[in-house]
DNA sequence: TTAAACTTTCAAAATTTTTTGAAAGTTTAA
DNA sequence: TTAAACTTTCAAAAAATTTTGAAAGTTTAA
């Protein structure tokens, strides 16, 4: 495998990834091209990389900013603007996390306690539901904290934690 | 809030967070309904419930037995199927972490080692290529060890990872 | 100012995914 | 056997999502 295969091989793996964790292909793909890019790269050389056309390209590089794992940098000079992700994967990871529990896990938290405080009937199907909604709760409660840990950590944070769930 | 409403709340934001996660809003709604269920269901209880077709349900039932998260049960002296989920959330969640490193983070270590073994050429493109993969890949790694770890525990896994993790 | 060089927006088109429902398949009881 | 009671399949329809590209918007240099 040469360098093209081994890119094209990646951004499109990165892409189909993307697509099974309701992320966009061309999101995924503009991400995983940027990951490997030593230079930051203009709009067009992102259209051109992976033949998409420039209305998609601003929309997803805004999304990806939005995650806060894409920045717009500025080439002295040069009016331009250029595109660079985060190239640390665990500073990358955690930013997926932050935004994951913010967006995910803490609306869920919430409908999941309002659903499981309604007024207990005496009747299975009641009793049921506020059993397992509140199982659920507590899970989702504790992931959220345990994602919070992970996320207010030093670098390193997932050997860390690794080490610490092994012994 | 009463029981209906509650369960509607329940059934739609668990069917909208699927979607979140490409999980199709049947599927996910089945699961709900079944999760809160204190019964087995019909598949005519669950077109019923949920205003589905047919064809949606069975589709959506054998793929949700795919995942090891949802059971055919006979009532004896009945020709029908009813249908079940796994109550516990502990093991619903031991069960997907399972089914989602085999399906998704197993093949994802693949392609990364795979191109991440690319032979280096001094140019700076294959450098940062290689780099990159290769800090996803062992990201990756570390995180399908984790799964497998807490695959492989005891049930109430999820309160002592948090324990290890915050201490 | 103006106009060139860019980016963003958004309605329409294309694509993908999901859903439907009727036909085909299966199982069981008699 | 047959037929009733079910479930599954799958092509077509519907719905949802993504993508396009041209027009509108913005910024900068002169």
Same mark, same amino acid.
């Given at each position: 495998?040469?360098?093209?295969?081994?890119?094209?091989? *990646?951004?499109?793996? $990165?892409?189909?990834?993307?697509?099974?964790?309701?992320?966009?292909?061309?999101?995924?793909?503009?991400?995983?091209?940027?990951? !490997?890019?030593?230079?930051?790269?203009?709009?067009?050389?992102?259209?051109?990389?992976?033949?998409?056309? /420039?209305?998609? &390209?601003?929309?997803?590089? /805004?999304?990806?900013?939005?995650?806060?794992?894409? *920045?717009?940098?500025?080439?002295?000079?040069? =009016?331009?603007?250029?595109? &660079?992700?985060?190239?640390?994967?665990?500073?990358?990871?955690?930013?997926?996390? @932050?935004? =994951?529990?913010? /967006?995910?896990?803490?609306? &869920?938290?919430?409908?999941?306690?309002?659903?499981?405080?309604?007024?207990?009937?005496? &009747?299975? @199907?009641? @009793?049921?539901?506020? /059993?397992?909604?509140?199982?659920?709760?507590?899970?989702?409660?504790?992931?959220?904290?345990?994602?919070?840990?992970? !996320?207010?950590?030093?670098?390193? $944070?997932?050997?860390?934690?690794?080490? @610490?769930?092994?012994?």
């Amino acid at each position: 495998m040469n360098y093209n295969e081994a890119k094209n091989k *990646f951004i499109s793996t $990165w892409g189909a990834l993307g697509t099974l964790w309701g992320i966009n292909k061309a999101m995924a793909q503009i991400h995983a091209l940027l990951l !490997i890019s030593p230079e930051p790269l203009s709009m067009e050389d992102i259209m051109e990389e992976l033949q998409i056309s /420039r209305g998609n &390209t601003s929309m997803n590089l /805004r999304q990806l900013m939005d995650w806060g794992i894409v *920045f717009k940098e500025n080439k002295m000079g040069e =009016r331009k603007e250029y595109f &660079t992700s985060e190239k640390d994967v665990q500073e990358l990871a955690r930013q997926i996390a @932050k935004e =994951r529990s913010r /967006r995910e896990l803490q609306p &869920t938290i919430k409908v999941l306690n309002d659903v499981s405080s309604i007024q207990e009937d005496g &009747t299975s @199907k009641t @009793k049921e539901l506020i /059993r397992q909604t509140k199982a659920l709760h507590e899970m989702a409660n504790n992931l959220d904290i345990m994602v919070n840990k992970v !996320i207010g950590q030093e670098s390193n $944070w997932i050997t860390k934690a690794l080490l @610490k769930l092994i012994k």
